[in-house]
């Protein structure tokens, strides 16, 4: 049991290349979540989907696109890299009806 | 915008201290969420209170949680150097499938 897994670890984009960040979960969870970390700050929700075949927008999305392309897998698109988006992304899920969302190691990017 | 205004931004004690944390956020809640995350690593759960709770506690961690000032607190007891970490609240707001995290609060202990 791997719990949430995300790949890659580490990433290095210029400016205007496309990159897609993937996670996967274990857990049979319904829901999966994609946040953004930035030095100094907590967590901003990018986009989230409630259970397969829906995703929603969170506080940050400009910039991304998502796909869950099943129960497991939920991944995350940057169609065209900006330095704003140096960061690092965390992916998460969580079993509706319980309120704990369980996190990934997370993949730190760096767009020049 | 993020709900949750944690305070202090930083705390630095020594081992053995208590360590106290507090939250304030904005909207009504289902439940507050406190998480860890050590440094460079993802976020980990610790404890959940809900909204019609006070008070809980889990080992040396103690939550409480005033809905009436919309603010919550974390207090870890006999603090230890693998409890240097940051700590970030979450609040599960009614009718929402999200959370809502603050900035964190960033514990250093000293041995």
């Known amino acids: 049991n791997a719990g949430v897994t995300q790949t890659p670890k580490f990433q290095v984009l210029k400016t205007g290349q496309s990159m897609t960040l993937q996670c996967a979960q274990d857990m049979n969870h319904n829901s999966m979540y994609w946040y953004r970390q930035d030095p100094g700050m907590g967590l901003r929700l990018i986009y989230y989907?409630?259970?397969?075949?829906?995703?929603d927008k969170g506080e940050v999305p400009n910039g991304y696109n998502v796909s869950r392309l099943n129960k497991r897998e939920f991944s995350l698109r940057l169609e065209s890299a900006a330095p704003s988006q140096t960061s690092v992304y965390f992916c998460a899920s969580r079993v509706p009806g319980y309120n704990e969302q369980f996190f990934g190691p997370g993949t730190r990017l760096t767009v020049l | 915008s993020q709900q949750g205004e944690e305070d202090p931004q930083a705390l630095s004690i020594q081992e053995g201290e208590n360590a106290t944390m507090n939250c304030s956020y904005k909207t009504s809640i289902n439940n507050l969420q406190w998480y860890r995350q050590n440094s460079g690593r993802g976020l980990v759960h610790l404890i959940l209170i809900r909204s019609n709770e006070r008070e809980k506690h889990s080992g040396r961690l103690r939550v409480t949680l005033d809905t009436s000032k919309k603010s919550s607190s974390l207090l870890i007891t006999a603090s230890r150097a693998a409890d240097t970490a940051s700590y970030f609240c979450a609040t599960d707001a009614r009718g929402a499938q999200k959370l809502v995290f603050g900035q964190g609060t960033r514990l250093t202990i000293n041995p």
């Open positions: 989907s409630a259970s397969e075949g829906t995703t």
